[in-house]
């Protein structure tokens, strides 16, 4: 794919496949085009990795937080599940949202949580809203834990963010998802995968080994769960759709 932007004109350029669309820069198509461009040279420049939050690297796309940091207000979960630790600097994300709201708290999971991270977690001043649990997200010890950490009738939402190969998200998204509230989410993270192939970073199999692959794949058996981005709560723009590390990620239960 070929993307030109020419802010002289005000056109996007799009060639794909043989074909050549144009779209005005100030369209949704136009945002959306350029967009594309924008995170695969965010990709290869490691953009993410710029990052924190109070502290702690955050390693995740801007707005996949800011919309993500909505929904937790509007839903006001009593608890929410991460898979995937690294820095902390999520789970101190949603420890600052809990504490500014009043309720909630954070379980994080990793298969190894390094003791410079796990020090610097467990110092921070938010860290009496979290539990963290060592050990694998698909290991049936760890998630039985994860279940003990969870009162009868709690509001739940999941994030899965560790080892984004599609057999392993499959296994997580059959694990965790019972875990999740009617009208809640579970989010695979990162199927950004997919659209990257080719870049540095990546491997060939990306392609049909991501979490996007694992999601149609649960919804494929799964009726108690529908693919729902979050409606935008404010909208004055033409951008109708998000720039995203976490394409086809948001699944609801009904």
Known sequence: MQITIDTDTAMVTVVENGQT?????????????ASKGWVRAGWDAKYVYSFTWMGRPIIQMPEDMIRLAEVIYTLKPDVIVETGIAHGGSLIFYASLFKAMGKGRVIGIDIDIRPHNRQAIESHELANYLTMIEGSSIDPTVVDQVKA?????????????SNHLRDHVAKELELYSPLVS??????????IMQEVVGAPRTSPDWEWNNPQSAVNSFLASNKDFTLSYPAFEFNE????????YWPNAWLKRV
Not at 21 to 33: M, T, Y
Not at 182 to 191: E, P
Not at 237 to 244: E, H, L, R, Y
């Open 237 to 244: 723009g033409a951008v109708d759709q998000p720039v995203t």
């Open 182 to 191: 009617a009208g809640s989410y579970i989010v695979a993270c990162d199927g």
């Open 149 to 161: 950490e969870i009162k009868p009738g709690e509001t739940v939402l999941v994030l899965l963010d």
């Open 21 to 33: 669309v144009q779209h005005p820069l100030d369209s949704a198509a136009g945002f959306a085009a």
